[in-house]
């Protein structure tokens, strides 16, 4: 009788189809081994085709008979026999089903143990970085990233889902709110909900999903831009970038911090798109962020529209107008914010009708708006671009000159 443990251990891949292991497993004697070799007979189904299906048993006996020395030996004809069995039992037996990755259903589900492991170690080899707790991703977000990393789905995480690990655990914090007269209100607070309301914010919450990105990124992936070189797939220094020039260009633009937040998020979200269709194409995440921010440079050289209806939030006293009559609304605006706005509208027409200027000069490198505008002199201390602010120029010389320069 052959086992089913005796027939899945058959391995079928062999050059003679498993033979060897059957003889083996089956105690079948050299001398009639060195027989079946005479006979040409060199595989699993050669061996079991020598065999008829009505009178397989009585031929076994004649086999063994061949071999003079064992001929009459009731013992080596069982084995034989058991033998033929097993051979014609691998032979029948079901392929192998082939073996399909699980489905994850939820890819910020935690991670096994060697897997983070082996991302901590990686991390602290390359970089030896301890992040502080409001700066270090939360697990969620960097078992989001290590997954759609390897299956090569990259998703636009949304700012709410960039969560510290401080704020990870620290879901339902007390409040205590003062109501006077020594008497205080102690309230539960959501920190799922909390809404990112300014640039600062936001800014830090780019910060985190830099951190994550590259601790979940850590390894080494085939450049796109250079070839016959490996990159590291999401490096660290091109995430932090990022998030350092989307923060310096929004602190530069005029509006209220309602209107630079909205002005953040929406070059944001495109700029991240981008990276995401760059990297369903093969590229490193970190190549497929430095593509996406150098196609969108003029994106991120518009300047807010403050003047819209739309975009700027009514700012009303709390105290009532006894007067009855219409308060007006006052949005105070620095005098660099304002030569600011009329550099971006052209300083001349009506409805801001002029040029349009950049935020990035030929290279990657920041356009330096104080010598756009007169304020700054070689070397500059912003280790930024003396060039040209306007699409299309960049020349050296400031965009106040642009006209007399041409």
Known sequence: MATQQQIESINTAAPDGGLAQVFELKDVDKLLVEHFVSEDIKTLEDFASSFTTAKWETEAEDFRDKVESLKGKT????????????????????PPEKETAPAIAD????????????????????????????????????????????????????????????????????????????????VQGKEQQEVVRDVAQYYFRLRILANASAKAGNYEWESKVEKDSKVIFAPLDVNLDYADFAFRSTIMQPGNAWVLRGWLEER????????????????????????????SQIKWGTAPNTTSGDTRRRQRSRSPNKSGKKRKVQQPLGKFAQQSSQSHKGGKGEGGKGPKHANLAKGGKTICRAYNLGRCKDPCPYNAAHVCSIVGCGAKHPSTRHNNSR
């Not at 013992?75 to 079901?94: K, S």
């Not at 939360?138 to 998703?155: G, H, I, K, M």
């Not at 991240?272 to 196609?295: F, I, P, T, V």
């Open 107 to 186: 890819f910020e589900a935690p991670l096994d143990a060697a897997q983070k492991d082996q991302m901590a170690k990686a991390w602290t080899t390359r970089y030896g970085i301890v992040l502080t707790m409001h700066l270090c991703p939360a697990d969620p977000l960097v078992n989001r990233l290590f997954r759609e990393f390897r299956s090569n789905t990259p998703s636009l995480i949304q700012v709410s889902k960039m969560r510290s690990l401080y704020t990870d655990h620290n879901p339902d914090p007390v409040k205590q709110v003062t109501i006077g007269d020594g008497l205080s209100l102690t």
């Open 268 to 295: 944001d979200l495109h700029t991240r798109g981008l990276m995401c269709n760059y990297m369903k194409g093969g590229m490193a995440q970190g190549e497929a962020l430095l593509k996406a921010l150098s196609d």
């Open 75 to 94: 013992v080596h004809a069982a084995r034989l026999r058991n033998a033929v069995t097993l051979a014609r039992a691998v032979i029948n037996r079901p």
